[in-house]
């Protein structure tokens, strides 16, 4: 009987398994290479000109490092420092090199990475006294050292307890705190040099790649600026963005009175049983600061219009309506007008670069015609207000007629609202303006801050879901040019506001992360969409979810979620 002898000499079938298939989207070529590449091996490998990259990349629709190994057949897509995803891995490494660079310098200080402002990052640096110039010049000097000295940016993966000790020894209490509430088995962390820290999502693999950065002094504290999506050999312009900063620091008081200011500390207070307290002081907060501004409203006798604006999703309708409710406890009556019935004739539309009619453009909007009757309106004349017919295109008489009572106001909603060209005609001290935003002030931890836009998308996510028979795909797909649209039509005029107003709430995430999972686990793997979705899946894992059934009828979150006491 002969029995079987295994053969370790290299046969066909063992080159075989020695080498894996890599399809490479950014050229559409297919090649073989070594087993346990690297995705830095691979880039080299198909030869490819990237100025500004790679930083990262698609690996079967989810984003990886550079160091991530390759094991099997896979579809890898490059990205550059002009992708969203490439941007956010340049950044978290930037702030990596400044966290190592404030430990080398001030040991027994910290660094909070805390508010996305003027195209960088507001950073709360704690030494024990008030930050000077001399300290960003000898931060700037040590990141700059770090950059050149080329380190190499390790990473590991051990058990969450193993995880959970490393830190608290260091004495990171938000990382130990968050590590502690997710439940996960294995952690990642990263190290630089012998300095170890935790972040959400992939980093570069050298802090050589870092080919550009800025630090100033910006308030008490110091700005990071990061190169720009659009040119990035250029750092994004530094914007004064003083009354939105101004917000973030009056949601930080508040979060300083619930005593929660990250996700860690969150999900212990809800898993103590405290949501129901959360959700009432945050709503009570929100529902003050409306108030505030309804009395400031009516403490200035010359307005005759509210102005409310803000980007996608932001929850300028529900911000209307819980605002004219305290006009009226004012005195005040508000009369809505719709700007969406303000639209040319369809043919008269301005055209987008595609040739695609450009419906967020203010020139879509018959800014003439607008401008006149509130003029006639201010004079106590009596106006009949156009409709808009969106099946036909065509902009028509509606037969409703207007005119304003002594103690009315007009409350006009819409994008545009702030910007000055819409309302030229209409002297400044007769409108009031409003901005309203989801700005997510909560941190992952102290150096793993929230995108405030990640809060909009998944608010945008449900309500197409729900209310408009758009799938997650969809309106994943559309993002980009949504949010291209705000930064040309939007995001230029807030600072013209009277009044900021905060719509994110301490505890969302949390709210909506049920139903934004639902929606999110429906993107297909296949499809381009499926990176961001999964990235937004990831983020949602960090939190401990809070029944949405549990939120006041009157929630600016039900506006998304459903339930609402409001028609919309």
């Not at 830190?167 to 938000?174: E, V």
């Not at 409310?308 to 007008?337: D, E, H």
Request: proline share 4%; glycine share 6%.
């Amino acid at each position: 009987m002969r029995t079987f002898t295994p053969c370790f000499h290299e046969s066909p079938f063992t080159l075989m398994e020695q080498t894996i298939q890599i399809r490479c989207k950014n050229n559409k070529k297919t090649q073989k290479v070594a087993i346990g590449s690297t995705l830095s091996d691979v880039f080299r490998e198909f030869n490819l000109n990237m100025p500004y990259g790679p930083v990262c990349a698609k690996v079967n629709n989810i984003v990886e490092g550079l160091n991530y190994r390759l094991y099997h057949n896979k579809v890898v897509d490059f990205l550059d420092l002009y992708s969203t995803a490439g941007s956010r891995t340049y950044t978290r490494t930037l702030f990596f090199v400044l966290c190592k660079a404030v430990h080398d310098l001030y040991p027994t200080g910290s660094v909070v990475i805390d508010i996305p402002v003027s195209n960088g990052y507001y950073c709360n640096l704690k030494i024990d006294r008030s930050v000077e110039l001399e300290d960003v010049n000898r931060l700037r000097e040590r990141m700059q050292q770090i950059i050149q000295a080329a380190i190499p940016i390790r990473r590991r993966e051990v058990l969450t307890e193993e995880a959970i000790k490393l830190f608290k020894d260091l004495g990171t209490h938000s990382k130990v705190k968050l590590l502690e509430t997710m439940g996960s088995l294995y952690t990642t962390y990263y190290d630089l040099d012998g300095y170890v820290d935790y972040y959400y999502g992939a980093l570069l693999p050298n802090t050589s790649y870092l080919h550009l950065f800025g630090l100033e002094k910006y308030y008490d504290g110091l700005l990071l600026r990061i190169p720009s999506t659009q040119d990035p050999s250029q750092l994004g312009a530094m914007i004064r963005q003083d009354k939105m900063f101004e917000v973030f620091k009056e949601h930080h008081r508040w979060q300083h009175i619930l005593r929660v200011g990250t996700v860690g500390e969150l999900n212990a207070a809800l898993q103590k049983g405290y949501s129901t307290d959360i959700i009432n002081v945050s709503e009570a907060l929100q529902e003050k600061k409306i108030a505030y501004i309804a009395d400031e409203i009516a403490s200035r006798k010359d307005v005759k219009m509210v102005l409310i604006a803000g980007p996608s999703s932001s929850g300028k309708t529900t911000t209307c309506k819980r605002l004219s409710i305290q006009l009226v406890t004012n005195g005040i009556r508000p009369v809505q007008v719709s700007l969406d019935d303000y639209f040319v004739n369809r043919e008269q539309t301005p055209k987008d670069e595609k040739g695609e009619y450009d419906y967020e453009s203010i020139y879509a909007l018959n800014i003439p015609l607008l401008n006149q009757q509130l003029t006639a309106l201010f004079k106590g004349e009596e106006v009949e207000l156009p409709r808009y017919d969106f099946q036909t295109g065509k902009s028509e008489k509606s037969g409703k007629k207007l005119k304003l009572g002594e103690n009315d106001i007009l409350v006009v909603e819409g994008i545009h609202a702030l910007n000055p060209e819409l309302t030229a005609q209409i002297p400044d001290e007769q409108k009031f303006r409003v901005y309203a935003s989801a700005l997510t002030t909560i941190l992952l931890d102290t150096h793993n801050y929230i995108p405030t836009t990640d809060n909009r998308l998944l608010r945008r996510i449900i309500r197409d879901v729900k209310y408009r028979g758009c799938s997650a795909t969809d309106t994943i797909h559309r993002w980009p040019s949504v949010r291209a649209g705000e930064n040309k039509w939007i995001f230029p005029y807030q600072e013209n506001a009277d009044a900021m107003f905060n719509t994110a709430m301490i505890y969302e995430l949390a709210a909506i992360k049920t139903q934004a999972e639902a929606a999110l686990e429906q993107v297909p793997e296949r499809s381009d969409e499926y990176a961001e979705a999964y990235r937004l899946r990831m983020l949602l894992k960090y939190f401990v979810s809070i029944p949405f059934d549990t939120l006041p009828n009157i929630s600016l979150l039900r506006e998304f979620l459903g339930g609402s006491t409001f028609v919309y």
